[in-house]
Every structure is written in C-alpha cells, then in structure tokens.
C-alpha cells in the first residue's frame, strides 16, 4: 500500500544506508489504548535487531504512554506530572545507556598469526578458492581465484569487497545487488580465514565502514544526455553519442555494468549472405525455406506482403541454383524479418492478436549487420569460422563473439566509453526524471552511500531493460500465459525490474505488447541461468523428459517449446554425447568436470548408466536415443517434424543437463517510433525522452526470437545516441 518511492527508500534506509548500525536507539510510544504502544514496541524492537539494520536498542520498555488522548491539554502539551517525570526518567536512563553502549562500540584490537591461509568457500558457479594474507596487525592481501566465474557478472565483487575489506581492516561490507552469493562468498571466506589466523571475526564485523563506502554528500552533475542503464543498448547509445563528439553520462543501478547483455550466451543475429553462403547448408534448411515459401498469402498481414513476394522469388533462386547438390546456406534481411514477423506473431488469453511493428523490424533487420560491424570497430571480434543459431532463433544466422559470453559486447563498449570521456556512474538507482515546461532535462537518483545524484542534461536515453526479475509485475500484465508462478527463476539479471517503464511513465509514456512475456526452456532449474550444463545448437539438441521420451520439435521458437515442457512436467533434459558436447557455448573441460562433481551436470560411459542417474527406465531411454539417431540419418522427425540435424548421439561419455523454462525477456514496454522517441498516448513525441532495448516494445510482438534481442539492442541503441544529438545537441 505504500507509494513506490517510499517502499525504495524503506529498502534503501534497511538495506543500504544502516543508520542506527551500531547507534544506541532508545523505543518512545503512545497509544490511545492501555497495551497497543507495548505490541507496538516489541514489533519495532524486532526491526532494530534485524540484520542489516543491527541497532543497539536500550532494554526495557522505554517511554511507552497508553492512553494518550488523556495525557495532554488542549494546546498538546503534557498535564500529568507523573507522565512527566516518567519521560525525564526515560531520557536519563538513556543518557547513562548511551554512554556504555558507546564504550562497547570501541574497536577491539586484533592480533593475527601473520602467515598465508588458503580457504574455499561457495561461489555463484561452483567453489571460490581463496588465499588471504595476514601480518600481526592487519589483513594484507586478498588473492581469489575466479577462474570458475563467469566474466563480467560477479568481476566487481573480486575488486570492491577485497578492497574495502583491507581499506577499512573490517567485514563490515555490504554485499553487491546483483551478486549477492558471491559477494557471501567473499566475506565468509575471508572470516573463516580470520578464524584461522586466531582472530574473532564478529570483532571485525562490527567495525565501521571503510572510509570509501560512507556518505560524501550529494552530488550533481551536468552533461550533454544522461543513458539510463549501463547494459548493452545503453552502451552502445553512449559510445555512439561519443563518436558525435558530445558528452554523456550512464547511471547504472548495480554495482557492475553489462544489465541482461553480460548475461547473454553471444550470438547475435544478422542475415550476411556473403558470408554465411561459404558454409554448407544442413540437412532440412531447404526444407524450412519450402515450408515459408508456400505459406498462403491470405495468412500475411498486408504491410509485409511484398517483402513475401520477394522472398519467395529468392528461394526459387537459391533452390534453382544448388539442384541436385546439399547447397551452401541461404540468408537474407528480409527472410529475417519475415522470420521476425512470423516469430513474434501470437494470439493472446483475451484473443487479442499481435505482430511486430512493420517500420521497426524492418530497421531491425535491414541495420543488423551494419550493427555487427560497427561493434567490430569498437572492439568486439566474431568468430569468422562459425555461423550459429542460439535456441528458438529458427535459422543458422548468429555472429558469435570470440570472447566469451555477452561479456564480449560489455567490455569492449566499456572500455570504448570510459576511454573517449564518458562516465559511468554505477550504485545508483533513478528515482525520477526531471521534466520541465514539458522537457525531460535529466535524472534523479540515490547513491551508493545514499546521496542524492542529480544529472542535468538535454535529454535522457532510457535503456532499463523490461521487467523479467519483478514477477509481481509480470503477473499483474500477463495476458499470455495461463499462469506465472509466484517462485518462477528468472534468466535476467535482478536489476531488470521494469523501472525504466515506470519511469517512462511517469512523463506521460504509452505502453505496448505489455501482457506478452517469453521464458527461456533451456535454462538452470535452480537459478533461472543459461550458462550451466551444455548449451549446445538446436539443431544438436534432443530433449528427454523424466520418463526418458522425445517430446518436442527441438527447432520450434522459444514459446513453443516451453509449452512442451510445461506440458511434461517442467523438467527435462538435454542429452549430448562427446562429440555434441564440443558444439556447447560458453564452456570448458575444467566447467563440465566441476558441474559432473557438483552434481549439476550428468555424465556416463553408457546410455543405459546415464539413464540410472537421472532415474528413468534404461529401456526406454536408450529406445528413444536409438530412433532419434535414425531421425538424423534420414534428415526429419516424423514424431514431431524437426528436420535439421547435425550430430547423433553415438560416442561416449553421454552428457544429460538438467533443464526447466525460465522467465528470460519482456516483449512490452515503451512504445518508441523508428528514432527510438518515447511517445505519450495520443502518439505525441515527449520532448527530451527516448528508450532502447527491451524497455521498449513494439519489435518482438509475443515471442522474440533467440539471438535477436543483442541485434535489438545494438541497433537501436545507436538510433537513440544519433537521433539525440541531431535532436538536441545540433
């Protein structure tokens, strides 16, 4: 019932600023009634003791008045004498408690056996090792091995919390929004060190801050735009406005940069024709470009009739062309709208029919490799020797980073930003946006020590990401599933709470395709993450449920094949074999080896083993892999009607990832036009605003496919840092 900005600053007072850490606190109450003060203190004394608040509350029961409508005259000052006394009582006492608390509070000396001690403790992907070393008088070094962690994601962790720890000789360290596992992780271990080194660790617990986690004030700055989120489009705008020539600042809510992007598995979809025809082309494709091809016109929304036209003339070439031969692989921007269009085309629970925006998937489309290359300008490097597909992306056009991961992306626009003059202001959550006589003139916000940062600008790039980590709010829109669940992980980061959107707004913004939302079928039954197990093609998935049988076409779009797994269950698994597994995103020997252990990942020298390890009758399994390897050979599925395939399953040791769809992208939000202005709900441009990324709707309709969200982001996150500057700064 609370007011959104009172329930932030709640969470902020609670969980950030710790004001009474500490502090003697004395309870002082009234009631009209003779017990209502006392139930309320005993309520409040429970807050104050709370961790993370860790107050010093003075015993007893303080200045608890009941019936207070009696102890005051008319002009509301107190007329009792004893209530007086009382109170003046209750303040000495206070006064005589504050003055032991405050003795208590004095550091204790510590005394460490100087030597190096090495530790493990649990992180976000498996074990942390750790070595931390000590002299007599203090902690030295803190060395941790994050080679199990996947970049960009948890890399602040293992530079602020080591700092602060050594800075301030404390573990009064608050962990980091987004990484709050291995942030744990950290300062266990480095207290168990402690412990080892012949030291309490609760005494350095409740040592002060360092110096550098403590409020410094408010702050203000001035800029030429401010980008609201430090993901992948917000980057991207940014590095944009800053090979225009003009200054720009990011303010990110979390402690890292990267949002959603870090978090992705890489590739990113742009049609290449002149590239992707040097591969050859799988068995089945053709067959995919049939099926499109004879799709009857009647069934085609009218603005994306000619680009049908088109397209069916293009397959009668290429087909024409490699007759008689496997052929080379067959791409083009408008086969990849149709593909968007297509995709994204869905009916909701209400009957309500949705498809992407013309205008904006053919800018999506059309600009998608000019994205590709202008990211290798920047930095980024793609793998030349692979063209790949990311699930439920429905075609082999994805351009993957060498590096990995999304962190590619993040760390090469990072670093293009902070080296040509741009400033990223990360821990710092908007709170609102500055509107004058109708402009959007910048941003308010809360700091890491819980100052006010105000930046003034000429405008502001909304690049938030949706709302994938905030269920209520998915609840509350969805319109297309029959029913989310209230546990239900998430593949998105915990900053993706739609406050973007609710910014948007909050100056008068329009929403699109809101009761849309997509889960991702291949994710980690416990997180919600993609990075775990092997992720592989689709074209080399096969997908088991417990009972041990093939339940799906491994090719559909995202949405289809969650359905499917819904319908089984929820659980499923991905079964690989050694050569599949070479095809896996994202991984390693060492990874697979430590999720074998950890028990996240099953591995067997036998089909019938693997079976016994995921408790499914051996029999059928092993029936099930049998005629799938027979659905390979002869190019379709006749029980569900995939027909690309790459890899059987044939050589040991056989792999099985544990599986079960996840909440992964918001289809709604802002609805932006094709230079990426926010618009109010009469159509109007609002002055000064503008929004790319997933906080915008309008593209992906109801089910995005896989690999175009970075195409997206880069692309309109370009939009946005041109169209400001011809806007504002020209």
Excluded at 459 to 466: D, P, S
Excluded at 707 to 730: E, W
Aim: include cysteine; charged fraction near 20%; hydrophobic fraction near 40%.
């Amino acid at each position: 019932s609370l007011p959104l900005i009172v329930q932030r600053a709640a969470v902020s007072l609670s969980f950030t600023l710790h004001p009474l850490d500490g502090k003697p606190v004395m309870i002082v109450g009234a009631s009209l009634d003779v017990q209502g003060s006392s139930r309320a203190q005993l309520h409040l004394r429970q807050i104050l003791d709370a961790p993370g608040v860790n107050a010093v509350v003075m015993p007893g029961y303080e200045f608890l008045l009941g019936q207070a409508n009696h102890a005051f005259d008319k002009a509301g000052q107190l007329k009792n004498e004893g209530t007086i006394d009382f109170l003046e009582s209750c303040f000495l006492r206070f006064m005589k408690f504050t003055e032991v608390a405050n003795i208590l509070n004095i550091p204790e000396e510590v005394v460490f056996e100087a030597g190096e001690y090495a530790v493990t403790t649990p992180g976000h992907n498996g074990d942390l090792p750790m070595v931390v070393k000590f002299s007599q008088e203090k902690i030295e070094n803190i060395d941790i091995d994050t080679s199990g962690e996947s970049q960009g994601i948890a890399d602040v962790v293992f530079t602020r919390i080591p700092t602060q720890i050594i800075e301030g000789q404390t573990l009064n360290v608050d962990i980091l929004s987004g990484a709050s596992v291995t942030s744990n992780g950290v300062l266990d271990g480095v207290a168990k060190a402690v412990k080892m080194a012949g030291a309490n660790p609760d005494t350095l617990r409740k040592r002060a801050k360092a110096p550098s986690a403590q409020y410094h004030g408010d702050e203000t700055y001035e800029t030429d735009v401010v980008v609201v989120g430090a993901g992948g489009a917000g980057l991207a705008a940014a590095a944009s406005i800053l090979q225009q020539g003009k200054r720009v600042i990011v303010v990110e809510k979390f402690p890292a940069v990267g949002g959603n992007t870090v978090r992705t598995g890489g590739p990113m979809n742009a049609a290449d024709p002149v590239w992707q025809n040097t591969f050859t082309a799988n068995a089945g494709e053709s067959h995919t470009l049939q099926e499109m091809a004879a799709i009857d016109e009647s069934q085609i929304d009218a603005e994306y009739l000619e680009d049908f036209r088109v397209f069916k003339t293009q397959v009668a070439a290429y087909l024409s062309d490699i007759y008689g031969q496997t052929g080379y692989l067959f791409d083009s921007a408008i086969f990849h709208r149709l593909q968007t269009y297509f995709g994204g085309k869905r009916t909701d629970q209400l009957g309500n029919v949705i498809y992407g925006q013309y205008d904006l998937v053919k800018i999506l489309t059309d600009r998608a490799l000019e994205s590709v290359k202008w990211l290798e300008e920047i930095g980024v490097e793609f793998d030349q020797k692979e063209v790949t597909m990311p699930v439920g992306a429905l075609w082999r056009r994805g351009h993957k980073p060498l590096k990995s991961e999304g962190y590619a992306f993040v760390s090469a626009l990072q670093t293009f930003v902070e080296n040509n003059g741009g400033k990223i202001i990360t821990d710092t959550p908007v709170d609102a946006l500055i509107i004058e006589n109708g402009n959007v003139t910048g941003i308010e916000g809360t700091g890491l020590a819980g100052g006010k940062v105000t930046v003034r600008a000429q405008a502001v790039i909304l690049t938030t990401g949706g709302f994938g980590a905030n269920t209520q709010m998915l609840k509350a829109y969805n319109t297309y599933w029959t029913d989310i669940d209230d546990d239900i992980k998430t593949s998105n980061s915990p900053a993706i709470t739609g406050d973007g959107i609710i910014l948007g707004q909050s100056a008068g913004a329009d929403l699109t395709g809101m009761g849309f939302s997509q889960m991702m079928p291949v994710s980690d039954p416990e997180t919600g993450a993609l990075f775990s197990g092997l992720q592989v093609p689709p074209q080399n998935f096969i997908m088991v449920n417990t009972s041990g049988k093939h339940f799906v076409n491994e090719y559909g779009s995202r949405d289809q094949l969650t359905q499917a797994a819904i319908d089984n269950g929820g659980l499923f698994y991905l079964i690989a074999d050694e050569h599949i597994k070479n095809t896996a995103y994202n991984t390693s020997q060492e990874k697979i080896d430590r999720q074998v252990e950890n028990g996240t990942l099953y591995r067997a020298d036998t089909l019938e083993e693997l079976a016994k390890q995921l408790s499914i009758d051996p029999e059928t399994f092993v029936t099930t892999i049998n005629n799938y390897n027979t659905y390979v050979d002869q190019g379709e599925d006749p029980e569900f009607g995939k027909d690309v395939f790459d890899l059987k399953v044939v050589t040991a040791p056989f792999y099985a990832t544990p599986r079960k769809p996840a909440v992964h992208h918001t289809m709604g939000g802002l609805k932006i036009d094709t230079k990426t202005h926010v618009l109010d709900q009469s159509g109007k441009i609002i002055s000064g605003l503008y929004a790319a990324g997933e906080v915008a709707g309008g593209i992906h309709a109801g089910n995005r496919l896989g690999g175009n969200s970075l195409t997206d982001i880069f692309t309109f996150g370009r939009i946005a840092g041109k169209t400001v500057v011809v806007d504002k700064l020209t």
